[in-house]
């Protein structure tokens, strides 16, 4: 692992949404606050976790499903609780105790994306939770849907304790001064959000690597292709447990579609190669998965079915 201690020279303002994005802003289909409540506890190894909602997003079918025929897409959006042009996606956020470590994979949108959204706070509270306990942070990658509630409104640090960990390879990619004028206008306004959820806790930022250890039996993997550093968490115990964070984005569209993209993946061949990596190694070896954005609470494994997989929920 490396300690970062300093973020220069990157200009920072509030905007986090996509140019172009005003899709995203589609009526919620599912009324605001209905995963609110939810909580699920299971315990794996010596791991104690408790997987929280953040609410949820709505998506429209041109970022779900760009592979799908038109004729098939209104079906699966029902499915996945839509209707023929947008579909709303869980946020599953994991708590885990282990000894004196209450750490949190991801935490959320706050007030930065969508309304229906930036709930993990409150609902942290409501299981008794005080956010100023927390004292690992750990992103999956800095998307605002994962990292958006860094800073409160009153521009403080939601978790002030805690300290935070980002893949070096996501960092190098956000962090780079040229980035505007590398990368497609339509990432602008992630990497703006990123620096300044990034920026906010830079005296407490570390950078890690695949392999390392958050904790003991927090393993960092490789997920590279929905961002350029994306990591998923492998937890020891059992036959593990994997934390995917967006490397699979639907328990339904890319366990039944595995050669289908997503319409937000920063590298769209090497997501769909890792993507089905993974599935096929989580259905060989039984491995539990907790996914981001799938039926909450989001926890079950992998079945080959047909020539591609299904998702059985735990």
Same mark, same amino acid.
């Given at each position: 692992?490396?300690?970062?201690?300093?973020?220069?020279?990157?200009?920072?303002?509030?905007?986090?949404?996509?140019?172009?994005?005003?899709?995203?802003?589609?009526?919620?289909?599912?009324?605001?606050? +209905?995963?609110?409540?939810?909580?699920?506890?299971?315990?794996?190894?010596?791991?104690? %976790?408790?997987?929280?909602?953040?609410?949820?997003?709505? %998506?429209?079918?041109?970022?779900?499903?760009?592979?799908? +025929?038109?004729?098939?897409?209104?079906?699966?959006?029902?499915?996945?609780?839509?209707?023929?042009?947008?579909?709303?996606?869980?946020?599953?956020?994991?708590?885990?105790?282990?000894?004196?470590?209450?750490?949190?994979?991801?935490? $959320?949108?706050?007030?930065?994306?969508?309304?229906?959204?930036?709930?993990?706070?409150?609902?942290?509270?409501?299981? $008794?939770?005080?956010? +100023?306990?927390?004292?690992?942070?750990?992103?999956?990658?800095?998307?605002?849907?994962?990292?958006?509630?860094?800073?409160?409104?009153?521009?403080?640090?939601?978790?002030?304790?805690?300290?935070?960990?980002?893949?070096?390879?996501?960092?190098?990619?956000?962090?780079?001064?040229?980035?505007?004028?590398?990368?497609?206008?339509?990432?602008?306004?992630?990497?703006?959000?990123?620096?300044?959820?990034?920026?906010?806790?830079?005296?407490?930022?570390?950078?890690?690597?695949?392999?390392?250890?958050?904790?003991?039996?927090? *393993?960092?993997?490789?997920?590279?292709? *929905?961002?350029? $550093?994306?990591?998923?968490?492998?937890?020891?115990?059992?036959?593990? %447990?994997?934390?995917?964070?967006?490397?699979?984005?639907?328990?339904?569209?890319?366990?039944?579609?595995?050669?289908? *993209?997503?319409?937000?993946?920063?590298?769209?061949?090497?997501?769909?190669?890792?993507?089905?990596?993974?599935?096929?190694?989580?259905?060989?070896?039984?491995?539990?998965?907790?996914?981001?954005?799938?039926?909450?609470?989001?926890?079950?494994?992998?079945?080959?079915?047909? $020539? +591609?997989?299904?998702?059985?929920?735990?």
């Amino acid at each position: 692992m490396t300690r970062f201690n300093k973020f220069a020279d990157l200009s920072l303002d509030r905007r986090t949404f996509l140019a172009g994005s005003a899709s995203l802003a589609a009526t919620s289909l599912i009324p605001a606050g +209905a995963f609110a409540a939810e909580t699920r506890h299971l315990s794996h190894g010596k791991f104690d %976790l408790t997987v929280l909602s953040d609410g949820f997003l709505t %998506l429209p079918a041109e970022v779900i499903l760009p592979d799908a +025929a038109p004729e098939e897409r209104p079906a699966i959006l029902r499915r996945l609780g839509g209707d023929a042009a947008s579909a709303p996606v869980q946020v599953n956020i994991p708590l885990i105790r282990t000894g004196n470590e209450l750490i949190l994979v991801d935490i $959320g949108s706050g007030g930065n994306f969508q309304e229906s959204a930036g709930k993990l706070a409150g609902n942290l509270r409501a299981a $008794g939770v005080d956010p +100023a306990s927390i004292t690992k942070v750990v992103f999956t990658h800095v998307h605002p849907d994962h990292s958006g509630a860094t800073v409160t409104p009153e521009g403080k640090l939601l978790y002030p304790n805690a300290d935070y960990f980002v893949s070096a390879a996501e960092w190098e990619f956000w962090a780079d001064p040229d980035f505007e004028r590398k990368r497609p206008e339509a990432l602008h306004g992630f990497a703006k959000g990123a620096k300044r959820d990034l920026s906010a806790v830079q005296d407490r930022l570390t950078l890690v690597k695949p392999g390392d250890e958050i904790v003991p039996g927090m *393993h960092v993997l490789d997920t590279r292709g *929905h961002t350029p $550093g994306h990591i998923s968490l492998r937890l020891d115990g059992d036959d593990g %447990l994997l934390i995917t964070g967006d490397a699979a984005t639907s328990n339904i569209v890319f366990f039944e579609h595995p050669d289908w *993209h997503f319409g937000f993946d920063t590298e769209p061949e090497i997501a769909l190669k890792t993507r089905k990596a993974l599935i096929e190694e989580a259905a060989t070896s039984r491995t539990k998965l907790l996914g981001y954005h799938w039926a909450y609470p989001g926890i079950g494994h992998a079945e080959r079915k047909d $020539g +591609a997989f299904v998702f059985v929920a735990d």
